[in-house]
């Protein structure tokens, strides 16, 4: 009987080590997924900023593009050379 005893002493302090690496190993795995999920969310968000530069750029180049062919003479039809500029200029 006394050796039922001693097998359980052995095997009695190994609960700790196993639980702390566990727990260590679930707050490494969090803390990566964190990470991961911050940077997916400031590449949305720069993304969303840059469309939006891109998009209000465009029509500020658009705008101009209609002052430029009301203040030029001649010609005067939409499908001429200014008509043309903001697309040339998205490139």
């Known amino acids: 009987m006394k050796k039922h005893i001693h097998s359980h002493r ?11 690496l566990m727990s260590s190993m679930l707050l ?7 990470e991961a999920a911050l940077v997916s ?3 949305t968000t720069s993304l969303g900023e840059r469309v939006q530069t891109f998009h209000s750029a ?3 180049l658009i705008r101009c593009a209609g002052i430029a062919l ?5 010609p005067r039809s939409p499908s001429g050379l200014l008509a043309a500029e ?3 200029w998205g490139g």
């Open 28 to 34: 490494v795995t969090a803390a990566a997924w964190l």
């Open 86 to 88: 903001p697309n040339k």
């Open 58 to 60: 465009d029509s500020a």
């Open 41 to 43: 969310a400031r590449t």
């Open 10 to 20: 052995g095997s009695r302090g190994i609960a700790l080590p196993i639980v702390l």
């Open 70 to 74: 009301e203040t030029v003479a001649e």
